[in-house]
């Protein structure tokens, strides 16, 4: 029989451990369960807190989980999945802020991590798009096109579009590898080309291409290509 988190000593629960502590000194597991709030029968909330962990290879696999996947885990209904993709949303939204306020490239990290969390651990290929003012500062960020794991469509009259509809003077474009290596294809440099031709027809310019993996970013503005 599975030990009850209150039964644990307070300064092994971690909701006491936290409010004593801090979060900084909880293990992923258990900032997972505090989100769970309770376990499933024969597992407490830190149990089943690390079995989700070791299930779908950390916290970042656990957070980019489809929903699907995630209802399939015994006693993890859609209340747990809608409060896991709160936490992402959160995350996502809070690194949005920054490059609101500021020029994106005074602070290129911030694009790199907030990329990684919104498409890196997507199980199939999205293209996105963010748009700037003159600034360079964030107006506007969307998905654009969905493929499968070894392609999208990219069609450049819709971000053309798109870029004119929130009166963008620049854009960043981005897209995730699912295979886990950023490195650009040659597609994805003539897809490039493509789109900077046609942002350039009505002089909006395009900054950079950024491809994304799980744990690395390329740029190719970084590399010369733009």
């Not at 936490?87 to 939204?93: F, G, H």
Request: hydrophobic fraction near 50%.
């Amino acid at each position: 029989m599975s030990t009850r988190i209150a039964d644990l000593p307070p300064a092994a629960r971690p909701r006491e451990k936290l409010l004593q502590r801090g979060p900084q000194a909880l293990a992923d597991a258990e900032l997972v369960a505090l989100l769970l709030r309770s376990g499933v029968r024969g597992c407490n909330a830190l149990q089943l807190g690390q079995k989700l962990l070791d299930l779908f290879g950390g916290l970042h696999g656990l957070l980019h989980a489809p929903a699907a996947r995630l209802r399939a885990v015994r006693g993890l209904g859609l209340a747990k999945y809608a409060e896991l993709a709160a936490v992402l949303e959160l995350a996502r939204r809070a690194l949005a802020e920054p490059m609101r306020e500021r020029r994106l490239f005074d602070r290129p990290e911030v694009v790199a991590d907030y990329l990684r969390l919104w498409l890196g651990g997507s199980e199939v290929e999205v293209f996105a798009a963010l748009l700037l003012d003159h600034r360079h500062r964030l107006l506007h960020c969307q998905q654009l096109w969905r493929g499968t794991l070894a392609h999208t469509a990219v069609y450049p009259r819709e971000l053309v579009k798109l870029a004119l509809e929130h009166q963008a003077a620049a854009v960043i474009v981005a897209h995730n590898h699912p295979s886990g290596l950023a490195e650009p294809s040659a597609s994805d440099q003539q897809v490039t080309q493509r789109l900077k031709a046609a942002l350039g027809l009505l002089d909006i310019a395009l900054l950079d291409h950024l491809v994304v993996a799980r744990t690395e970013v390329c740029s190719f503005a970084a590399r010369g290509w733009l």
